[in-house]
Structure formats: structure tokens, C-alpha cells
């Protein structure tokens, strides 16, 4: 499926052609930043690790944006970030690809961000960010981040579309850029942490059950999932492969959550709260799943499930 942008109107650039784009980025108040949820910033590893994406050289060339031109002026209305990264159960010959794939990190978004930069470091031997410790309970930093060798896949980290351009094939153009790119660099499979856009609608199902939900009515030829931007991907030949469990992890103080999601929920946490329990879960807008809130402890941890998905790459020979 081929999605032609009108190049007239549209024209995709990547952060190493036009990386004045990407300093737009620096304003908190740009319509691409406030698309996503303000406490999703607050993850360690996006905050890490996120800005190396355009900064370096070799992987700018994965970084994505697509411009909409109108006279004389342009706007950036999407942004695509992806990154190249080894994975080395690819490569061994012990594993089909189908139980290779099964072997991505559980860490889903959080550890792919971290083993795609920090292989790229040792790679050219760039000091790493390791210096800075990541929280024990995940194990985002693992032995195939220390690898140098060349990549053999790459992971889309986000696609996000302005709010006021959405359905006009942007969303698609992006997945087809980057599987585009994958392809010229020679790569084997385009994954993704994909972070289901619904699933905050029902915080309390389990993602495991909520990927199985169908789109009704459903089709006698093909059933395909209810999350639209699950469904999305399908219909560009993604595969759902498994959840990604520890995908996001964000920690903060009470007081930090409440400016995160200008939510009340917690004014009446104290009420709530039972001694006997160690957590009071909370839901809150945008969250996938609840958050775990440790009243005595003056701290709430959010750890967020996400959605590997596959993409396989089509080559034409000649």
C-alpha cells in the first residue's frame, strides 16, 4: 500500500536535511510538543536519550518531519522519530525470525530508545550515558547495548500528527518513510513500540485483552483490531507480535503528578488510602493504565504497557 503525498502541498524532509526543523521543537508550546500527554516527558529514558536522536549525525537521517507549504510560508505538521539499533538474536542462526521477534525487550520503548543509543556511541566510541544511573527495576540497559555492531533493524520511537491534520494520510506517509529508509540502509525489519491511542478510554483492561478487541462490525474477510492506530498499522502489513509490559516508566511526587495531569484525583488520595495497602491505584486522563500512587511515601510510579508490532519490508529485485 503506497501513500503519495501531495508534494505540492506536503514535502518530507529528515533532521539531517533541514535540521533548523527540529529546533523548533525547543518550544514547549508547539502543536507537536503539546500533542502528547505532558507526564509522558517526564520519562527517564525519553529524557536521556531523546534529543541524541536529531543531534547526531547518523541517525538524523532517521528523524522525520513533514512540511505543509501554503504560499510562501511552511508549517511542520507531522514528526516521525526512529532509530537503527543491532539485535543480535537477528543474526543467530539458533532463532527463526519469527522467535527472534519474539525476543524483543520487554522495555519496549524505554529500552530500544537506550540499546539504539548507546550502540551507537560504542560504535564510534562517543562517551555514553551510563554514567547516570537508570532505575534497577528495569532493565533497560542490557547486554546488547554494549554491541557495535553494525544495525541490522529499526524501531520507530513516535509518529505524531498535528491534532488539526489528522486523516489526510500523514500518519501513513511517515510508516512508509521510514520502512523506505530501512530498506536503503539495508536493514531486515522495521519494529515498533506502539502506544495504543484508546487504550487510555479503559485503563483498568489489560492490553493483552484489549489488542484482541475487533473493529465492528467486523468484515467476513478480515478482522482488524478496534484501536484505530493499532488498525492502522495493520492495514500497512504490520503484525502484532506481544505486549511490551515496562514500555514507559515515569516516577514522581504527588504534587508533580497533580501538575502533570491538572487532575483532582488526588485531593481525595488521604480519604482513600488504607494503611494496610501499600498503593492506591488512580486513574487519569491519558493514562494506559492506572497509576500506582504510594501516599506515605509522597511518590507515584506510572509504568506503561505498549504493543510490539512488526513490519515486514518488501523488496522489489530487478
Same mark, same amino acid.
Given at each position: 500500500?503506497?501513500?503519495?503525498?501531495?508534494?505540492?502541498?506536503?514535502?518530507?524532509?529528515?533532521?539531517?536535511?533541514?535540521?533548523?526543523?527540529? !529546533?523548533?521543537?525547543? @518550544?514547549?508550546?508547539?502543536?507537536?510538543?503539546?500533542?502528547?500527554?505532558?507526564?509522558?516527558?517526564?520519562?527517564?529514558?525519553?529524557?536521556?536519550?531523546?534529543?541524541?536522536?536529531?543531534?547526531?549525525?547518523?541517525?538524523?537521517?532517521?528523524? /522525520?518531519?513533514?512540511?505543509?507549504?501554503?504560499?510562501?510560508?511552511?508549517?511542520?505538521?507531522?514528526?516521525?522519530?526512529?532509530?537503527?539499533?543491532?539485535?543480535?538474536?537477528?543474526?543467530?542462526?539458533? #532463532?527463526? !525470525?519469527?522467535?527472534?521477534?519474539?525476543?524483543?525487550?520487554?522495555?519496549?520503548? @524505554?529500552?530500544?530508545?537506550?540499546?539504539?543509543?548507546?550502540?551507537?556511541?560504542?560504535?564510534?566510541?562517543? !562517551?555514553?550515558?551510563?554514567?547516570?544511573?537508570?532505575?534497577?527495576?528495569?532493565?533497560?540497559?542490557?547486554?546488547?547495548?554494549? &554491541?557495535?555492531?553494525?544495525?541490522?533493524?529499526?524501531?520507530?520511537?513516535?509518529?505524531?500528527?498535528?491534532?488539526?491534520?489528522?486523516?489526510?494520510?500523514?500518519?501513513?506517509?511517515?510508516?512508509?518513510?521510514?520502512?523506505?529508509?530501512?530498506?536503503?540502509?539495508?536493514?531486515?525489519?522495521?519494529?515498533?513500540?506502539?502506544?495504543?491511542?484508546?487504550?487510555?478510554?479503559?485503563?483498568?483492561?489489560?492490553?493483552?485483552?484489549?489488542?484482541?478487541?475487533? &473493529?465492528?462490525?467486523?468484515?467476513?474477510? $478480515?478482522?482488524?483490531? #478496534?484501536?484505530?492506530?493499532?488498525?492502522?498499522?495493520?492495514?500497512?502489513?504490520?503484525?502484532?507480535?506481544?505486549?511490551?509490559?515496562?514500555?514507559?516508566?515515569?516516577?514522581?511526587?504527588?504534587?508533580?503528578?497533580?501538575?502533570?495531569?491538572?487532575?483532582?484525583?488526588?485531593?481525595?488520595?488521604?480519604?482513600? #488510602?488504607?494503611?494496610?495497602?501499600?498503593? =492506591?491505584?488512580?486513574? /487519569?486522563?491519558?493514562?494506559?493504565?492506572?497509576?500506582?500512587?504510594? =501516599?506515605?511515601?509522597?511518590?507515584?510510579?506510572?509504568?506503561?504497557?505498549?504493543?510490539?508490532?512488526?513490519?515486514?519490508? &518488501? $523488496?522489489?529485485?530487478?
Amino acid at each position: 500500500m503506497n501513500i503519495a503525498l501531495d508534494k505540492q502541498k506536503y514535502q518530507l524532509y529528515t533532521a539531517k536535511s533541514r535540521p533548523d526543523l527540529w !529546533k523548533q521543537f525547543e @518550544d514547549d508550546r508547539h502543536p507537536l510538543n503539546a500533542a502528547w500527554p505532558l507526564f509522558l516527558d517526564q520519562d527517564a529514558c525519553y529524557q536521556k536519550y531523546a534529543k541524541g536522536l536529531a543531534e547526531y549525525e547518523g541517525l538524523a537521517e532517521y528523524q /522525520f518531519a513533514i512540511v505543509e507549504r501554503n504560499h510562501e510560508d511552511e508549517t511542520m505538521v507531522a514528526c516521525g522519530r526512529s532509530i537503527p539499533f543491532y539485535f543480535p538474536e537477528l543474526d543467530d542462526k539458533k #532463532f527463526t !525470525k519469527e522467535e527472534a521477534l519474539h525476543c524483543l525487550p520487554e522495555g519496549g520503548y @524505554d529500552a530500544i530508545l537506550t540499546r539504539g543509543i548507546e550502540q551507537y556511541r560504542r560504535r564510534l566510541s562517543l !562517551k555514553t550515558a551510563t554514567a547516570t544511573p537508570i532505575h534497577k527495576s528495569n532493565h533497560y540497559f542490557d547486554a546488547a547495548c554494549s &554491541q557495535t555492531n553494525p544495525p541490522n533493524a529499526l524501531s520507530a520511537i513516535s509518529i505524531t500528527v498535528r491534532p488539526d491534520r489528522r486523516s489526510l494520510g500523514l500518519a501513513e506517509a511517515m510508516i512508509q518513510a521510514m520502512k523506505q529508509t530501512a530498506i536503503n540502509k539495508n536493514l531486515d525489519i522495521l519494529v515498533v513500540p506502539l502506544r495504543p491511542t484508546r487504550k487510555s478510554e479503559f485503563p483498568s483492561v489489560d492490553m493483552a485483552d484489549y489488542i484482541t478487541w475487533p &473493529q465492528l462490525p467486523a468484515t467476513p474477510d $478480515r478482522v482488524l483490531p #478496534f484501536d484505530p492506530w493499532l488498525r492502522k498499522h495493520i492495514r500497512l502489513g504490520g503484525r502484532i507480535i506481544k505486549v511490551a509490559p515496562t514500555s514507559m516508566r515515569v516516577e514522581g511526587r504527588i504534587a508533580d503528578w497533580q501538575h502533570w495531569t491538572r487532575c483532582d484525583e488526588w485531593r481525595t488520595l488521604p480519604e482513600k #488510602f488504607d494503611s494496610d495497602l501499600l498503593y =492506591v491505584e488512580v486513574q /487519569f486522563p491519558g493514562g494506559l493504565v492506572p497509576l500506582c500512587v504510594f =501516599v506515605e511515601e509522597d511518590r507515584a510510579v506510572y509504568i506503561e504497557p505498549n504493543v510490539w508490532l512488526y513490519h515486514d519490508l &518488501q $523488496r522489489t529485485t530487478a
